[in-house]
T-cell receptor, first 112, second 112 residues
Framework: EDQVTQSPEALRLQEGESSSLNCSYT??????LFWYRQDPGKGPEFLFT???AGEEKEKERLKATLTKKESFLHITAPKPEDSATYLC?????????????FGTGTQLKVEL | NAGVTQTPKFQVLKTGQSMTLQCAQD?????MYWYRQDPGMGLRLIYY???????DKGEVPNGYNVSRLNKREFSLRLESAAPSQTSVYFC???????????FGDGTRLSIL
């Protein structure tokens, strides 16, 4: 069974304090690893797709990386507006494919 | 640019009542999805439609039905609502299966 585990569940940072969020996955035949941002009362907002180990993607203060077992979302010098829940999801071929398995998210709070 | 639009945003039902959640996308995407999001659990796929004219079960289809009305619209129906179906329901769309999914802002459904 495909599994996606995110850690930590919650993270509190001071503005400017860089850190990383972890996403461990067990997926048969990984076809893509997705990162989303979700604000309270809103739907997930797409951030990145990673397809193969060693791949990296960047957007403003965020950088996503991928290994064969994990993905990391690095946040450099975060600002309060980066506060949100960050979700990762793995797309694999288990059970006939076409299944995106989501983690439960990391709730990030950035304080002044 | 509306993206994915869901109606209603909030709904309260009594056990046994029926209702239909509506979803429309204006991105000319082929694939559409319905998820539910519950506290402490990742987003779980209820049903999906790979393309107009097709629908398939996801991880948690029991108690739900769907209709892909046309390329733009994908509805979710609860025939006889149960308290266990209290949740936040998200509709999403993507160009094709396996491509990044774009989400609406959800329908918050309470069943008493």
């Amino acid at each position: 069974e495909d599994q996606v585990t995110q850690s930590p569940e919650a993270l509190r940072l001071q503005e400017g304090e860089s850190s990383s969020l972890n996403c461990s996955y067990t997926v048969s035949g990984l076809r893509g690893l997705f990162w989303y941002r979700q604000d309270p009362g809103k739907g997930p907002e797409f951030l990145f797709t990673l397809y193969s180990a060693g791949e990296e993607k960047e957007k403003e203060r965020l950088k996503a990386t991928l290994t064969k077992k994990e993905s990391f979302l690095h946040i450099t010098a975060p600002k309060p507006e980066d506060s949100a829940t960050y979700l990762c999801a793995a797309y694999g071929l288990t059970g006939g494919g076409n299944k995106l398995t989501f983690g439960t998210g990391t709730q990030l709070k950035v304080e002044l | 640019n509306a993206g994915v639009t869901q109606t209603p945003k909030f709904q309260v039902l009594k056990t046994g009542q029926s209702m239909t959640l509506q979803c429309a996308q204006d991105m000319n995407h082929n694939s559409m999805y319905w998820y539910r999001q519950d506290p402490g659990m990742g987003l779980r796929l209820i049903y999906y439609s790979a393309s107009e004219g097709t629908t398939d079960k996801g991880e948690v289809p029991n108690g739900y039905n769907v209709s892909r009305l046309n390329k733009r619209e994908f509805s979710l129906r609860l025939e006889s609502a149960a308290p266990s179906q209290t949740s936040v329901y998200f509709c999403a769309s993507s160009e094709q299966l396996g491509q990044p999914q774009h989400f609406g802002d959800g329908t918050r459904l309470s069943i008493l």
